[in-house]
C-alpha cells in the first residue's frame, strides 16, 4: 500500500515539473495567453514573464518614461525590421507584446539601432529584469 502512495506521489511531482518545463508562449500566435494569465505577472519583475516566452524576441523598442504621469513601456517583436516594415506597409503589425513598466528606465532606441542590437538579450535581462510590469497589451496579426 504503501508503495502505491508513493508511486502516486512520484507521478504527480514528474507531471508538475514537466507543466513548469513549458514555456506559456511557444510561438508567436501563443501571445495571447499572456494577455489571458496577465495577473501572474502583474507587480512581479519582467524576467517571470521574459522566461514565459520560448521564441526569440527578435526586435525590441523601449520608451521609458519621462514622467510620473506616463509609464514607460517596452515593445517586443517577432520579426526583423525588414519584415517588419514589409508588413506595415500592407497595414498590417505583425505580433506584439506591449509591456508597460512601473519604474523609470534608461533606453536609447536610437543607438541601439545604429548597432543593430534590436534583439533581446540575456544582458538587457540581467539590466532591466527586475523592473515591474504593471500592465501587458497584445497586438498583430500574421
Known amino acids: 500500500m504503501k508503495s502505491i502512495y508513493i508511486l502516486n506521489l512520484l507521478a ?7 507543466c513548469k518545463a513549458q514555456q506559456l508562449v ?5 501571445i495571447n495567453k499572456l494577455k489571458l ?6 507587480n512581479k519583475p519582467l524576467k517571470n514573464l521574459i522566461k514565459e516566452i520560448k521564441p526569440q524576441i527578435v526586435m525590441v523598442t523601449g520608451w521609458p518614461s519621462k514622467s510620473t504621469e506616463r509609464l514607460g513601456y517596452f515593445v517586443f517583436r517577432f520579426v526583423d525590421k525588414k519584415s ?3 508588413t506595415r506597409k500592407n497595414s498590417k503589425t505583425p ?3 506591449t509591456v508597460f513598466i512601473k519604474e523609470t528606465f534608461q533606453w536609447n ?4 539601432n545604429k ?4 534583439n533581446w538579450t540575456n544582458s538587457d535581462t540581467n539590466k ?7 500592465g501587458i497589451k497584445i497586438s498583430g496579426e500574421q
Open 37 to 42: 494569465q496577465e495577473s501572474i505577472f502583474v
Open 26 to 30: 511557444q510561438k508567436p500566435s501563443d
Open 128 to 134: 532591466y529584469g527586475n523592473l515591474t510590469v504593471v
Open 12 to 18: 504527480l511531482l514528474f507531471s508538475i515539473n514537466i
Open 115 to 118: 548597432d543593430q542590437k534590436l
Open 84 to 86: 517588419y516594415d514589409s
Open 95 to 97: 505580433y506584439q507584446i
Open 109 to 112: 532606441n536610437h543607438e541601439r
